[in-house]
């Protein structure tokens, strides 16, 4: 299920060697027996939610997926779309006098697109509150943006323009708090931002390039580079403090397999003196200096193992410093933690 987010981010996840790009659709869908849903908290650009289920089509994947809305309605509903589309396209030619609007096409397209996705309209609410209190069922909601791109608790200004931490999966869904249960904070093993921003980890250097290009570090909906650098635990232990983790799910950990010794920052530090907490201040953020903590490397291939105790006693002690610094256990414990990037969550031992 996907709670908040639109088309202008996207994951990366292979399954069985082949690569799919996810937008709008929640990635789940590429299991057969789940039924996706987006509610109402995900901003939907409708040719780009055709588009992408298209795109994914012809990798040998079938979607049956529904769609959490309340604004597709009867003739009058539409009547009242029309008018207001036409009142805010207007008010952006004034903006941008240069801007050119076929208002009459895009409405005949929207209609189009509308009598497409109305047979997969649901009643949010409704939807949710029988797939929770129906026959049992395992229920998964996958977040869309990382938690310091949250609008009230991201690196403002530099933020999307929803609750992507995990109060946005009650608003972006219509469920109840209390029926929110194992939280799972997905995290690479080394720390990547795309735009621009304050990153006080990054690297701009060989190391952050060695990253970016055995990592794959692109946008998947902008193709740019992301910034790389080592993993940041204060901006972590900042979004455990917001999301409250039950587990971890380490990715990508293979993409460090070629360094003698690796860094993690550990705290930052303003005018010499150690700040107990994640900054609000950008200024302040773009400041900061990092206190590493060094771990010697393992140089070993480590993508093809399906266990921890598979893992060189180095890359293992990796994991553990990491559980032990947040207080966090990966998911299922050190012998669950999801360790490679051959998937986007590869359960090693699950």
């Known amino acids: ?19 799919y790009d996810f937008h709008l659709l929640p990635s789940g869908i590429i299991n057969p ?32 997926f529904h769609q959490a809305a309340d604004g597709i309605q009867e003739q009058q509903r539409q009547e009242q779309a029309g008018k207001k589309f036409k009142v805010l396209a207007n008010q952006y030619k004034a903006i941008y006098p240069t ?37 049992p069922k395992k229920i998964l909601v996958e977040g869309a943006n990382a938690a310091l791109l949250d609008i009230d608790f991201g690196t ?18 219509g469920m109840p708090p209390q029926n929110v249960g194992e939280v799972y904070g997905v995290v690479k093993a080394y720390t990547t931002r795309v735009g621009i921003g304050a990153f006080p980890t990054e690297q701009d250097n060989e190391i952050g390039e060695l990253l970016q290009l055995r990592g794959k570090e692109f946008g998947v909906t902008t193709g740019r580079k992301r910034r790389c650098g080592w993993l940041d635990l204060v901006s972590l232990r900042y979004a455990y403090m917001i999301n409250g983790f039950t587990a971890l799910a380490l990715t990508k950990l293979d993409i460090l397999d070629v360094f003698p010794e690796i860094k993690i920052g ?14 609000a201040n950008q200024e302040v953020l773009n400041k900061v200096e990092v206190q ?12 093809n193992a399906r266990a921890f105790d ?41």
């Open 1 to 19: 299920m996907a709670s908040e987010g639109g088309n202008n981010a996207g994951h990366t996840v292979v399954v069985d060697a082949v690569e």
């Open 33 to 64: 027996k789940v039924t996706a849903f987006i509610g109402n908290g995900v901003v939907i650009h409708l040719p780009g939610l055709f588009e992408e289920a298209e795109k994914n089509l012809k990798k040998g994947k079938v979607f049956d």
């Open 99 to 135: 801007l050119k609007i076929d208002i009459e096409g895009e409405l005949e397209k929207l209609k189009g697109y509308m009598e497409k996705v109305k047979p997969m309209v649901r009643d949010g609410v409704y939807f949710m509150y029988e797939a929770l209190h129906g026959p």
């Open 156 to 173: 403002y200004p530099f933020v999307t323009s929803s609750n992507c931490t995990v109060g946005g999966v009650c608003t972006g869904l």
């Open 266 to 279: 550990v705290a930052y530090k303003l005018d010499g003196e150690i700040i107990p907490h994640f900054p």
């Open 292 to 303: 590493y903590e060094t771990l010697p490397g393992w140089d070993t291939d480590i993508s």
């Open 310 to 350: 598979e893992l060189p006693v180095n890359a293992q002690n990796y994991v553990r410093f990491i559980e032990m610094e947040l207080g966090v256990p990966a998911v299922g414990g050190t012998k669950g933690i999801c360790a490679v990037s051959e998937t986007t969550v590869q359960g090693l031992g699950a």
